[in-house]
Protein backbone atom coordinates (compact mmCIF):
# COMPACT_ATOMS: atom_id res chain seq x y z
CA UNK A 1 0.00 0.00 0.00
CA UNK A 2 2.74 2.56 1.06
CA UNK A 3 4.84 1.52 -2.14
CA UNK A 4 1.92 2.48 -4.44
CA UNK A 5 1.08 5.73 -2.66
CA UNK A 6 4.63 6.31 -3.06
CA UNK A 7 4.72 5.67 -6.93
CA UNK A 8 1.70 7.17 -7.67
CA UNK A 9 3.41 10.68 -6.28
CA UNK A 10 6.42 10.59 -7.80
CA UNK A 11 4.65 10.02 -11.47
CA UNK A 12 2.63 13.16 -10.60
CA UNK A 13 6.15 15.25 -9.85
CA UNK A 14 7.78 13.99 -13.40
CA UNK A 15 4.34 15.27 -14.90
CA UNK A 16 4.36 18.61 -13.58
CA UNK A 17 7.95 19.13 -14.27
CA UNK A 18 7.42 17.70 -17.90
CA UNK A 19 4.81 19.91 -17.79
CA UNK A 20 6.58 22.90 -16.78
CA UNK A 21 8.83 22.74 -19.66
CA UNK A 22 6.46 22.27 -22.10
CA UNK A 23 4.98 25.25 -21.10
CA UNK A 24 7.86 27.22 -21.21
CA UNK A 25 9.21 25.79 -24.54
CA UNK A 26 5.86 26.50 -26.28
CA UNK A 27 5.93 30.35 -24.31
CA UNK A 28 9.52 30.77 -25.84
CA UNK A 29 8.53 29.45 -29.47
CA UNK A 30 5.50 31.89 -29.41
CA UNK A 31 7.52 35.05 -28.38
CA UNK A 32 10.29 34.37 -30.99
CA UNK A 33 7.57 33.64 -33.98
CA UNK A 34 5.94 37.15 -32.75
CA UNK A 35 9.52 39.27 -32.96
CA UNK A 36 10.33 37.67 -36.43
CA UNK A 37 6.86 38.66 -37.74
CA UNK A 38 7.44 42.24 -36.86
CA UNK A 39 11.28 42.37 -38.51
CA UNK A 40 9.12 40.91 -41.05
CA UNK A 41 6.41 43.81 -41.09
CA UNK A 42 7.83 46.48 -39.61
CA UNK A 43 9.19 49.54 -42.58
CA UNK A 44 13.27 49.59 -43.36
CA UNK A 45 13.23 53.11 -41.37
CA UNK A 46 11.93 51.47 -38.37
CA UNK A 47 14.06 48.62 -38.62
CA UNK A 48 17.17 51.25 -38.96
CA UNK A 49 15.50 53.07 -35.81
CA UNK A 50 16.61 49.88 -33.57
CA UNK A 51 20.01 49.49 -35.22
CA UNK A 52 19.31 46.68 -37.22
CA UNK A 53 21.00 47.07 -40.61
CA UNK A 54 22.79 44.88 -42.72
CA UNK A 55 26.04 44.43 -43.11
CA UNK A 56 26.22 45.96 -46.47
CA UNK A 57 23.77 48.62 -46.12
CA UNK A 58 22.06 50.40 -48.89
CA UNK A 59 19.02 52.37 -48.61
CA UNK A 60 17.24 54.24 -51.97
CA UNK A 61 16.00 57.85 -50.94
CA UNK A 62 15.01 59.13 -53.91
CA UNK A 63 14.07 56.70 -57.82
CA UNK A 64 12.87 58.77 -60.54
CA UNK A 65 12.43 58.64 -63.89
CA UNK A 66 12.27 62.31 -65.13
CA UNK A 67 12.34 62.93 -68.75
CA UNK A 68 13.07 65.39 -70.91
CA UNK A 69 15.49 68.16 -69.09
CA UNK A 70 15.17 71.19 -71.14
CA UNK A 71 17.73 74.56 -71.43
CA UNK A 72 14.64 76.42 -70.47
CA UNK A 73 14.34 74.86 -67.00
CA UNK A 74 17.37 76.64 -65.54
CA UNK A 75 19.35 78.89 -67.27
CA UNK A 76 23.24 79.97 -66.70
CA UNK A 77 24.18 83.36 -65.78
CA UNK A 78 27.56 84.63 -64.22
CA UNK A 79 28.71 87.39 -62.36
CA UNK A 80 31.72 89.07 -61.59
CA UNK A 81 33.02 90.66 -58.53
CA UNK A 82 36.06 92.65 -60.04
CA UNK A 83 38.54 93.55 -56.84
CA UNK A 84 41.41 95.54 -59.61
CA UNK A 85 44.90 95.20 -58.78
CA UNK A 86 45.95 94.05 -55.17
CA UNK A 87 49.15 94.95 -53.85
CA UNK A 88 51.30 92.68 -51.58
CA UNK A 89 54.28 93.71 -49.73
CA UNK A 90 55.65 92.63 -46.49
CA UNK A 91 59.21 93.30 -47.23
CA UNK A 92 61.70 95.66 -45.19
CA UNK A 93 60.90 99.46 -45.66
CA UNK A 94 64.00 101.90 -45.02
CA UNK A 95 62.63 105.23 -43.26
CA UNK A 96 65.23 107.76 -43.40
CA UNK A 97 65.41 110.63 -40.13
CA UNK A 98 67.24 113.53 -40.72
CA UNK A 99 69.41 114.25 -36.85
CA UNK A 100 71.68 116.99 -37.94
CA UNK A 101 72.90 118.56 -40.98
CA UNK A 102 76.69 118.90 -40.15
CA UNK A 103 78.80 117.97 -37.16
CA UNK A 104 81.58 119.78 -36.30
CA UNK A 105 84.07 117.58 -33.86
CA UNK A 106 87.21 119.37 -32.22
CA UNK A 107 90.44 117.29 -30.00
CA UNK A 108 93.32 119.51 -29.47
CA UNK A 109 95.74 119.39 -26.27
CA UNK A 110 93.51 120.71 -23.96
CA UNK A 111 89.84 120.99 -25.55
CA UNK A 112 87.74 119.08 -26.88
CA UNK A 113 84.60 119.30 -28.73
CA UNK A 114 81.72 116.90 -28.66
CA UNK A 115 77.98 116.54 -29.58
CA UNK A 116 74.98 115.02 -27.69
CA UNK A 117 72.32 114.08 -29.34
CA UNK A 118 68.47 112.72 -28.43
CA UNK A 119 67.15 110.07 -30.36
CA UNK A 120 63.87 107.85 -30.50
CA UNK A 121 64.69 104.66 -31.35
CA UNK A 122 61.60 102.58 -33.15
CA UNK A 123 61.10 99.56 -30.66
CA UNK A 124 59.72 97.42 -33.48
CA UNK A 125 62.02 98.40 -36.08
CA UNK A 126 63.69 95.02 -37.46
CA UNK A 127 67.55 97.02 -37.38
CA UNK A 128 68.37 100.85 -36.87
CA UNK A 129 71.72 102.33 -38.80
CA UNK A 130 73.59 105.68 -38.57
CA UNK A 131 74.70 107.00 -41.44
CA UNK A 132 76.47 110.27 -42.16
CA UNK A 133 78.62 111.36 -44.91
CA UNK A 134 82.80 112.82 -44.16
CA UNK A 135 82.85 116.05 -45.63
CA UNK A 136 86.61 117.12 -43.76
CA UNK A 137 89.37 115.50 -41.60
CA UNK A 138 92.30 116.87 -40.25
CA UNK A 139 94.80 114.61 -38.29
CA UNK A 140 94.88 110.96 -37.75
CA UNK A 141 92.54 110.88 -34.69
CA UNK A 142 89.50 108.02 -34.92
CA UNK A 143 86.07 108.86 -34.94
CA UNK A 144 83.85 107.86 -31.50
CA UNK A 145 80.39 106.95 -31.88
CA UNK A 146 78.46 105.71 -28.50
CA UNK A 147 74.91 104.96 -28.11
CA UNK A 148 73.28 105.53 -24.39
CA UNK A 149 77.12 105.45 -22.97
CA UNK A 150 78.51 102.55 -24.78
CA UNK A 151 80.57 103.02 -27.23
CA UNK A 152 79.38 101.51 -30.98
CA UNK A 153 82.83 102.76 -33.17
CA UNK A 154 85.78 103.85 -32.77
CA UNK A 155 87.98 103.56 -36.24
CA UNK A 156 89.45 106.60 -38.20
CA UNK A 157 87.69 107.28 -41.12
CA UNK A 158 88.44 109.06 -44.45
CA UNK A 159 87.34 112.27 -46.00
CA UNK A 160 84.31 111.60 -48.40
CA UNK A 161 83.98 108.48 -46.79
CA UNK A 162 79.95 107.23 -46.19
CA UNK A 163 79.65 105.76 -43.01
CA UNK A 164 76.42 103.49 -42.21
CA UNK A 165 76.90 102.29 -38.43
CA UNK A 166 74.66 100.16 -37.01
CA UNK A 167 73.22 100.90 -33.32
CA UNK A 168 72.92 97.13 -31.77
CA UNK A 169 69.57 96.16 -30.81
CA UNK A 170 70.26 95.47 -27.00
CA UNK A 171 71.42 99.13 -26.20
CA UNK A 172 67.67 100.62 -27.23
CA UNK A 173 65.62 102.16 -24.88
CA UNK A 174 63.03 103.97 -24.56
CA UNK A 175 64.98 107.61 -24.17
CA UNK A 176 68.28 107.27 -26.51
CA UNK A 177 71.67 109.54 -26.43
CA UNK A 178 73.72 109.52 -29.48
CA UNK A 179 77.28 111.07 -28.51
CA UNK A 180 79.50 111.64 -31.05
CA UNK A 181 83.62 112.85 -30.64
CA UNK A 182 87.28 112.29 -31.71
CA UNK A 183 90.29 110.87 -30.45
CA UNK A 184 92.80 112.99 -28.43
CA UNK A 185 96.25 113.85 -30.32
CA UNK A 186 98.10 112.76 -26.58
CA UNK A 187 101.13 113.81 -26.19
CA UNK A 188 101.42 115.24 -29.47
CA UNK A 189 99.28 118.34 -27.77
CA UNK A 190 99.86 120.70 -30.02
CA UNK A 191 98.41 118.73 -32.69
CA UNK A 192 94.69 118.80 -33.34
CA UNK A 193 92.28 115.86 -34.79
CA UNK A 194 88.92 116.51 -35.83
CA UNK A 195 86.29 115.52 -38.33
CA UNK A 196 83.16 117.70 -40.02
CA UNK A 197 80.00 115.33 -40.86
CA UNK A 198 77.18 115.85 -43.33
CA UNK A 199 73.39 114.63 -43.64
CA UNK A 200 73.66 112.35 -40.78
CA UNK A 201 70.56 110.77 -40.53
CA UNK A 202 69.34 107.60 -38.73
CA UNK A 203 67.68 105.10 -41.22
CA UNK A 204 65.13 102.77 -39.53
CA UNK A 205 64.61 99.33 -41.33
CA UNK A 206 61.04 98.08 -40.72
CA UNK A 207 58.46 95.47 -42.22
CA UNK A 208 55.14 97.10 -43.83
CA UNK A 209 52.59 95.27 -41.81
CA UNK A 210 50.04 97.29 -43.24
CA UNK A 211 50.52 95.72 -47.26
CA UNK A 212 51.39 92.64 -45.99
CA UNK A 213 46.86 92.00 -45.99
CA UNK A 214 44.15 93.01 -48.08
CA UNK A 215 40.68 92.24 -47.40
CA UNK A 216 37.66 92.53 -49.84
CA UNK A 217 34.30 91.59 -49.64
CA UNK A 218 31.83 90.39 -52.23
CA UNK A 219 27.55 89.85 -51.34
CA UNK A 220 25.94 86.48 -52.74
CA UNK A 221 22.06 87.17 -52.25
CA UNK A 222 18.93 85.78 -54.03
CA UNK A 223 19.01 83.66 -56.87
CA UNK A 224 22.92 84.09 -56.59
CA UNK A 225 23.60 82.62 -53.62
CA UNK A 226 20.76 79.28 -54.21
CA UNK A 227 21.56 78.94 -57.38
CA UNK A 228 25.49 79.03 -57.43
CA UNK A 229 27.40 76.08 -59.32
CA UNK A 230 30.66 77.37 -58.97
CA UNK A 231 33.12 80.33 -58.17
CA UNK A 232 36.10 81.11 -59.46
CA UNK A 233 39.08 83.37 -58.68
CA UNK A 234 41.10 85.08 -61.41
CA UNK A 235 44.30 87.29 -61.58
CA UNK A 236 47.46 87.68 -63.46
CA UNK A 237 50.02 87.55 -60.64
CA UNK A 238 53.71 89.25 -60.74
CA UNK A 239 56.62 89.30 -57.41
CA UNK A 240 58.18 91.91 -56.40
CA UNK A 241 59.93 90.52 -53.98
CA UNK A 242 59.93 86.72 -54.48
CA UNK A 243 61.09 84.75 -51.34
CA UNK A 244 57.80 83.38 -49.60
CA UNK A 245 53.84 82.20 -50.57
CA UNK A 246 51.45 84.23 -50.90
CA UNK A 247 47.92 83.08 -49.28
CA UNK A 248 44.43 83.83 -50.42
CA UNK A 249 41.70 83.03 -47.70
CA UNK A 250 37.64 82.81 -48.27
CA UNK A 251 35.80 83.11 -44.97
CA UNK A 252 38.95 82.17 -43.38
CA UNK A 253 39.03 78.95 -45.39
CA UNK A 254 42.51 78.66 -47.51
CA UNK A 255 41.88 78.70 -50.89
CA UNK A 256 45.68 79.00 -51.88
CA UNK A 257 49.34 79.44 -50.90
CA UNK A 258 52.29 79.13 -53.22
CA UNK A 259 54.46 81.28 -54.92
CA UNK A 260 52.53 80.74 -58.46
CA UNK A 261 53.16 83.41 -61.01
CA UNK A 262 51.43 84.64 -63.86
CA UNK A 263 47.93 83.95 -64.61
CA UNK A 264 46.11 81.98 -61.89
CA UNK A 265 42.61 80.17 -61.93
CA UNK A 266 41.35 79.11 -58.55
CA UNK A 267 38.31 77.56 -57.95
CA UNK A 268 36.61 78.20 -54.13
CA UNK A 269 34.72 75.17 -53.24
CA UNK A 270 30.91 75.90 -52.64
CA UNK A 271 30.71 75.42 -48.89
CA UNK A 272 33.41 77.90 -48.08
CA UNK A 273 30.66 80.45 -49.02
CA UNK A 274 28.07 81.71 -47.66
CA UNK A 275 24.70 83.44 -48.18
CA UNK A 276 25.09 87.67 -47.72
CA UNK A 277 29.05 88.97 -47.24
CA UNK A 278 31.89 86.98 -48.09
CA UNK A 279 35.40 87.51 -47.18
CA UNK A 280 38.76 87.22 -49.38
CA UNK A 281 41.98 87.76 -48.09
CA UNK A 282 44.71 88.27 -50.06
CA UNK A 283 48.26 87.86 -47.83
CA UNK A 284 52.13 87.42 -47.94
CA UNK A 285 54.44 86.10 -45.59
CA UNK A 286 57.97 88.35 -44.56
CA UNK A 287 60.46 89.05 -46.72
CA UNK A 288 57.92 89.34 -49.99
CA UNK A 289 55.79 91.08 -51.95
CA UNK A 290 53.43 90.29 -55.12
CA UNK A 291 51.06 91.98 -57.33
CA UNK A 292 48.09 90.73 -58.27
CA UNK A 293 46.28 92.44 -60.97
CA UNK A 294 42.86 91.83 -62.75
CA UNK A 295 41.52 90.41 -59.93
CA UNK A 296 37.80 88.78 -59.80
CA UNK A 297 35.60 86.18 -58.58
CA UNK A 298 33.48 84.82 -61.30
CA UNK A 299 30.35 83.86 -60.25
CA UNK A 300 28.43 81.23 -62.56
CA UNK A 301 24.82 80.30 -60.98
CA UNK A 302 21.07 79.36 -62.20
CA UNK A 303 18.16 80.68 -62.35
CA UNK A 304 15.33 78.58 -62.28
CA UNK A 305 12.83 79.15 -64.31
CA UNK A 306 8.50 77.95 -64.18
CA UNK A 307 8.95 74.80 -65.41
CA UNK A 308 11.59 73.04 -63.32
CA UNK A 309 11.60 69.86 -62.12
CA UNK A 310 11.49 69.51 -58.21
CA UNK A 311 11.62 66.57 -56.04
CA UNK A 312 11.91 65.67 -52.01
CA UNK A 313 13.72 62.83 -50.52
CA UNK A 314 13.71 62.41 -46.56
CA UNK A 315 16.29 61.82 -44.30
CA UNK A 316 15.56 60.11 -41.38
CA UNK A 317 17.09 60.22 -38.18
CA UNK A 318 19.71 57.16 -38.42
CA UNK A 319 21.09 58.22 -41.36
CA UNK A 320 21.44 61.48 -40.65
CA UNK A 321 23.35 60.36 -37.33
CA UNK A 322 25.41 58.57 -39.88
CA UNK A 323 26.58 61.64 -42.30
CA UNK A 324 27.62 63.56 -39.16
CA UNK A 325 29.78 60.77 -38.36
CA UNK A 326 31.25 60.14 -41.67
CA UNK A 327 30.30 56.90 -41.83
CA UNK A 328 27.70 56.76 -45.04
CA UNK A 329 28.18 57.38 -48.64
CA UNK A 330 25.47 59.93 -50.11
CA UNK A 331 25.21 59.68 -54.36
CA UNK A 332 23.65 61.28 -56.83
CA UNK A 333 23.12 59.46 -59.82
CA UNK A 334 21.74 59.69 -63.47
CA UNK A 335 21.28 57.92 -66.33
CA UNK A 336 20.57 59.55 -69.24
CA UNK A 337 18.77 58.05 -72.43
CA UNK A 338 20.42 60.81 -74.76
CA UNK A 339 20.99 64.15 -75.25
CA UNK A 340 23.88 66.72 -73.62
CA UNK A 341 27.13 65.86 -71.05
CA UNK A 342 25.99 66.74 -68.38
CA UNK A 343 22.68 67.89 -65.74
CA UNK A 344 22.84 70.57 -63.11
CA UNK A 345 21.97 68.98 -60.08
CA UNK A 346 20.51 72.06 -56.96
CA UNK A 347 20.43 69.79 -53.32
CA UNK A 348 18.54 72.15 -50.65
CA UNK A 349 20.16 75.38 -53.04
CA UNK A 350 23.22 74.01 -53.37
CA UNK A 351 24.24 72.92 -56.90
CA UNK A 352 26.65 70.23 -58.46
CA UNK A 353 27.29 69.23 -62.11
CA UNK A 354 26.64 65.32 -62.47
CA UNK A 355 28.99 64.84 -65.97
CA UNK A 356 28.28 61.78 -68.11
CA UNK A 357 30.72 59.11 -69.01
CA UNK A 358 28.61 56.36 -71.20
CA UNK A 359 25.34 57.94 -70.17
CA UNK A 360 26.17 57.48 -66.55
CA UNK A 361 27.03 60.19 -64.22
CA UNK A 362 27.10 60.02 -59.97
CA UNK A 363 28.79 62.52 -57.41
CA UNK A 364 28.69 62.63 -53.74
CA UNK A 365 26.32 64.96 -51.92
CA UNK A 366 26.30 64.60 -48.10
CA UNK A 367 27.42 67.91 -47.40
CA UNK A 368 23.52 69.06 -48.66
CA UNK A 369 21.72 67.10 -47.41
CA UNK A 370 19.88 67.92 -44.32
CA UNK A 371 17.56 66.14 -41.66
CA UNK A 372 14.20 65.68 -42.70
CA UNK A 373 12.90 66.86 -45.91
CA UNK A 374 15.46 67.49 -49.00
CA UNK A 375 14.87 69.05 -52.15
CA UNK A 376 16.01 68.11 -55.16
CA UNK A 377 15.92 70.69 -58.72
CA UNK A 378 17.32 69.60 -62.17
CA UNK A 379 18.43 71.86 -65.00
CA UNK A 380 20.52 71.96 -67.64
CA UNK A 381 22.75 73.61 -70.01
CA UNK A 382 21.30 71.52 -73.16
CA UNK A 383 18.37 69.55 -73.28
CA UNK A 384 19.50 66.27 -71.83
CA UNK A 385 16.25 62.91 -71.50
CA UNK A 386 16.86 61.60 -67.83
CA UNK A 387 15.67 57.39 -68.01
CA UNK A 388 17.03 57.59 -63.99
CA UNK A 389 17.39 59.42 -60.83
CA UNK A 390 18.70 58.05 -57.93
CA UNK A 391 19.52 59.49 -54.58
CA UNK A 392 21.13 57.06 -52.62
CA UNK A 393 22.72 55.96 -49.09
CA UNK A 394 25.21 53.44 -48.12
CA UNK A 395 27.61 52.42 -45.74
CA UNK A 396 31.38 52.94 -46.54
CA UNK A 397 32.99 49.27 -46.67
Known amino acids: ?24 MILLIIMSGAILTYLLLVTPAEREKFGIVPEKYARTLLDVAPGTISVSESQARAKDFNFGTINLDYSINQISEELRNTIALRSAGFSEDTISLPVTLDQTAESILLQAVVSDKLGDGKLLVFLNGIEVFNEAVNKNQILKITLP ?8 TLKFSVSSPGAAFWNTNSYSLVNVNLITNKYAQ ?16 TGLQKATLTAYVTATVPKSNYEITVNGKAVYSGIGIGSISLEIPNN ?11 SVAKDSGYRLAFTKITATYYLAGLK ?9 DYNWNQIRDSGIY ?9 GGDSVNVRVNGKSLKLGFIEGSADAQACQYFIKGDNELVLGSNEPVELSSLKVMVGAKQ
Open 1 to 24: MATTTLFRANKRAASSVYEGNYGG
Open 169 to 176: KNLWQASN
Open 210 to 225: AKAITTQSFTLTGELA
Open 272 to 282: YLVSGENKIAF
Open 308 to 316: AKKYTFFVN
Open 330 to 338: CTVKAVKSS
